[in-house]
């Protein structure tokens, strides 16, 4: 009997330590999210605000094929994005997790050093980089031209006459689906590259030596035990890019210009410009909806 006590107690302390994170939850995110989710049903007034008129007009009008194109354009930068950090960050974190231990603090603090400024900051320095009078096209059409020029002054060949007609227009790189992506791939690799590394580091080679032993190539030990004993830390990896990814508005406001405009962007003109604040809730709750059964279903694969 004296156990019923004890455990009150232990749950009225509990309750006491985590009731200021549950009052934060409550106040600055379940109740915003709720206000969003009400106001996605309602209509837009005359002059912007909300009409309590329920209707799922809101919703219904996601499926015009305008906005399913800006859909299956962010669905596809967002999966291009996480698989270029993923193919680029994986070996990354097994080289620094394969390092002497001396080593390997130095390597990751060199690897969290993007963090130290600030997203806006480096997105805009990647404007600096591909827009048509960046540093890339500055070496493209002058440097490297004059050296072809030279080139071809002393090997006067057809093919060096269509080198030079290439380099000497410049690269129009900004303004595209590949300048977000590269935007997004620079800014959220470490967050591929960390939950790898921690995945990697804890792995216990033995085993792989244990397969080597076994006659298996470094392929298949490779296959067959490290990548399924690094999976929690791939699948981790991947959803801290993907679903940042699939709402990112900075990136493709600066990097994509009009033509390459993604759902945060159309999300922040219904709420800044349109004042359709029903239209850009339901929007939101639909991107929302397709990044919660993307992670579930990524969850589910990973543990199978």
């Given amino acids: 009997m004296a156990e019923r006590p004890r455990a009150r107690r232990e749950t009225v302390r509990l309750l006491f330590l985590i009731a200021p994170s549950l009052f934060w939850l409550l106040v600055f995110f379940l109740f915003p999210l709720l206000l969003v989710f009400a106001i996605s049903f309602g209509q837009r007034g005359t002059y912007g605000g909300v009409r309590w008129d329920l209707t799922l007009e809101n919703y219904v009008r996601f499926f015009d094929p305008l906005y399913l194109r800006i859909f299956g354009r962010t669905f596809s930068i967002a999966l291009t994005t996480t698989f270029l950090c993923l193919l680029i960050g994986y070996p990354l974190a097994y080289f620094i997790a394969t390092r002497p231990a001396r080593w390997r603090n130095g390597l990751v603090l060199l690897l969290m050093i993007p963090f130290w400024t600030n997203f806006l900051i480096r997105t805009y320095a990647w404007l600096l980089i591909l827009r048509d009078q960046g540093v890339i096209n500055t070496f493209w059409t002058g440097p490297l031209h004059e050296f072809l020029v030279q080139i071809a002054t002393a090997l006067p060949l057809p093919l060096w006459e269509i080198l030079l007609r290439a380099t ?24 591929m590259v960390l939950p790898c590394y921690a995945a990697i580091e804890r792995l216990d080679f033995s085993l792989v030596e244990a397969a080597q032993d076994l006659y298996a190539n470094r392929f298949r030990s490779f296959t067959r035990v490290i990548l399924p004993l690094t999976m929690p830390g791939i699948i981790a990896g991947s ?40 239209f850009g809730s339901a929007i939101s709750f639909v991107l929302m909806a397709v990044m919660l059964v993307g992670t579930l279903v990524y969850f589910r694969m990973g543990a199978e």
Avoid: E
């Fill in 239 to 278: 959803i801290l890019v993907f679903i940042p990814s699939l709402g990112a508005y900075v990136t493709p406001d600066l990097l994509g210009g009009a033509k390459s405009i993604m759902l945060g962007n159309v999300i922040y003109s219904q709420f800044m410009s349109a004042r359709d604040y029903p």
């Fill in 168 to 191: 000497s227009q410049p690269l129009h790189l900004f303004g595209t689906d590949g300048a977000i992506i590269v935007g997004l791939v620079y800014g959220w690799l470490p967050d």
